[in-house]
């Protein structure tokens, strides 16, 4: 089954500490992508990935770290997590512009 | 800046009733139109796409009317059904540069009543 893997799904942790939220995909893609959603603001970009080992900024890049060192995995790492980071956060990945994108099942994140 | 203005905030349809959702983007470099169907506690799921190429394009009960010269695009849902509720977003995406971000409107709450 064709499918985006976010690990955890729940979590809650203090100001500071570092943290991982995982991604992984089946389907080969090239292209992956972390996104944040807030009520009321929709869906916003983090980061995004083209291919291993290149990665670049979305619109909202600020407190975030990425790496692409496998083709299937593209990890979201918080340095120094902070409340205004608590959001629900989704990976997305998919083969080529103009076709679907395919989003893991979320990850919410609280920062207290 | 909100590239992509999305509205209504939220809307409730009789069952059998049409659900119309719209769309407006301002960059003319858009040339991808998708839409996503969210149910709680999921991932966005693509639902149907569009690109200027078309006015119009159709998938069962779900429509996407589109309108290159005004720069908006809608989303209709005809015989709405109680399983149709969820959030709905419109998205764009662009031809220029490698990045395939998607900007997506700020969702509309649908919610079909039985």
């Known amino acids: 089954e064709a499918q985006v893997t976010q690990n955890p799904r729940y979590l809650i942790t203090v100001t500071g500490k570092k943290l991982t939220v995982t991604c992984s995909q089946n389907?080969?893609?090239?292209?992956m992508s972390w996104y944040r959603q807030d009520p009321g603001l929709g869906l916003r970009q983090i980061y995004y990935?083209?291919?291993?080992?290149?990665?670049d900024k979305g619109d909202v890049p600020e407190g975030y770290k990425v790496s692409r060192k496998e083709k299937r995995n593209f990890p979201l790492i918080l340095e120094s997590p902070s409340p205004n980071q608590t959001s629900l956060y989704f990976c997305?990945?998919?083969?080529?512009?103009?076709?679907?994108?395919?989003f893991g099942q979320g990850t919410r994140l609280t920062v207290v | 800046q909100q590239q992509v203005k999305q509205s209504p905030q939220s809307l409730i349809v009789q069952k059998g009733g049409i659900s119309i959702i719209n769309c407006a983007y301002e960059?003319?470099?858009?040339?991808?139109f998708p839409w996503y169907q969210q149910f709680p506690g999921k991932g966005p799921a693509l639902l149907i796409a569009?690109?200027?190429?078309?006015s119009e394009k159709k998938e069962g009960r779900f429509t996407i009317s589109f309108n290159k010269s005004a720069k908006q695009f809608s989303l209709h849902i005809m015989d709405s059904q109680p399983g149709d509720s969820a959030t709905y977003f419109c998205?764009?995406?662009?031809?220029?540069?490698?990045?395939?971000?998607?900007?997506f409107g700020k969702g509309t709450l649908l919610t079909v009543n039985p």
């Open positions: 997305a990945s998919s083969f080529l512009r103009y076709t679907e994108a395919f």
């Open positions: 389907m080969n893609h090239e292209y």
């Open positions: 990935s083209m291919n291993v080992e290149v990665t």
């Open positions: 960059n003319t470099a858009f040339d991808y």
């Open positions: 569009i690109r200027p190429d078309v």
């Open positions: 998205a764009a995406s662009g031809s220029g540069g490698s990045n395939y971000k998607l900007t």
